[in-house]
C-alpha cells in the first residue's frame, strides 16, 4: 500500500505564490518512483501540471506553467514539492500528487497513474 498526503494549498491573491509539498509512506512505497502534480479545476478534467524522474534529474512541465512552477524532490523524505510563483485565476483547483513507475516524460497523455494522494485545494483570486 502507498499513501500521498498533500499539504500547503490555500487561498492567495493573483501574482502570489504557494509551495505544495507531498509525502509518500507505505510498505510498497519507492523512492524510484516518478512523482508529479495533476490538477482539476471546477467542471473540467484532471490534468497534467508537474513530473520529476526518481533522481530529480528530469522535470517536465505542462505549457500552461513552464517559467512560473518549478518541481523539486527529497528522497530522503520522501517528499516532493511543487513551487507555485505568479499564480493566476485559471490556476485555481484541486491540486493532486501522484506517483507511478513509469516515467515522467509519459504523464502528460498518461491515464494510468498508480497512486493518487486525495488533493489540496489552491485558489487564486483576482
Known amino acids: 500500500q502507498v499513501q500521498l498526503v498533500e499539504s500547503g494549498g490555500g487561498l492567495v491573491q493573483a501574482g502570489g505564490s504557494l509551495r505544495l509539498s507531498c509525502v509518500g509512506s507505505?510498505?510498497?512505497?519507492?523512492?524510484?518512483?516518478?512523482m508529479g502534480w495533476f490538477r482539476q479545476a471546477p467542471g473540467k478534467e484532471r490534468e497534467f501540471v508537474a513530473a520529476i524522474s526518481w533522481t530529480g534529474t528530469y522535470t517536465y512541465y505542462a505549457d500552461s506553467v513552464k517559467g512560473r512552477f518549478t518541481i523539486s524532490r527529497d528522497n530522503a523524505k520522501n517528499t516532493v514539492y511543487l513551487q507555485m510563483n505568479g499564480l493566476k485565476p485559471e490556476d485555481t483547483a484541486v491540486y493532486y500528487c501522484a506517483a507511478d513507475p513509469l516515467g515522467g516524460s509519459y504523464w502528460s497523455d498518461y491515464s494510468g497513474i498508480t497512486y493518487w494522494g486525495k488533493g489540496t485545494l489552491v485558489t487564486a483570486s483576482s
Open positions: 507505505g510498505r510498497t512505497f519507492s523512492s524510484r518512483y516518478s
